[in-house]
T-cell receptor
């Protein structure tokens, strides 16, 4: 299994500002995933972060709005740019690790509120 | 894209009772997983069932999969107050090339009263 540290755990931000969320894993992993969970909703994959290459974004998500960095095999950041109230969500970092790569391990999430 | 749908949306039971949650999906899958989320925090993997399996057990959890109906159920037996959480099913896409890219259902909020 993998232990994932995600921070901040929550933040309240003003419209138009940006927030960077950090995700630290206790072991080297090839792929890291960023999910969004809007209030009362399910999880939606934002992008896959690969070390040494640009992130791969899912339909409806763009790099200008959600830039991602992946400087090494244990760390990634997701920035939510030019925020609006519609960006208020829980953002979750996740990885696959170990002998069962189908399973996702999740960080504790970042609860973002945009005023 | 496929999307899992779960029912009920919310379930309230007494401690000791069994809880059953259902999940439906739309396209062919390699496997189906169930996750638990406490109070809007990170998800925890509970159990995985492969497309060629029909039933799987893990402790007090029992999962069934009916690929002909594209549906799954999660049964929690002898529930405890600590089981109070949201439960999500998640599927991958058959033939998909990347692990970790899951489609999650809408979730069932389970409340177990002591």
């Amino acid at each position: 299994s993998a232990v994932i540290s995600q921070k901040p755990s929550r933040d309240i931000c003003q419209r138009g500002t940006s927030l960077t969320i950090q995700c630290q894993v206790d072991s080297q992993v090839t792929m890291m995933f960023w999910y969004r969970q809007q209030p009362g909703q399910s999880l939606t994959l934002i992008a896959t972060a690969n070390q040494g290459s640009e992130a791969t974004y899912e339909s409806g998500f763009v790099i200008d709005k959600f830039p991602i960095s992946r400087p090494n095999l244990t760390f990634s950041t997701l920035t939510v740019s030019n925020m609006s109230p519609e960006d208020s969500s829980i953002y979750l970092c996740s990885v696959v690790s170990g002998p069962h790569p189908e399973k996702l391990f999740f960080g504790s999430g970042t609860q973002l509120s945009v005023l | 894209s496929q999307q899992g749908e779960e029912d009920p949306q919310a379930l309230s039971i007494q401690e000791g009772e069994n809880a059953t949650m259902n999940c439906s999906y739309k396209t062919s899958i390699n496997n189906l997983q169930w996750y638990r989320q406490n109070s809007g925090r990170g998800l925890v993997h509970l159990i995985l069932i492969r497309s060629n399996e029909r039933e799987k057990h893990s402790g007090r959890l029992r999962v069934t999969l009916d690929t002909s109906k594209k549906s799954s159920s999660l049964l929690i037996t002898a529930s405890r107050a600590a089981d109070t959480a949201s439960y999500f099913c998640a599927t991958d896409a058959k033939g998909g090339t990347s692990y970790g890219k899951l489609t999650f259902g809408q979730g069932t909020i389970l409340t177990v009263h002591p």
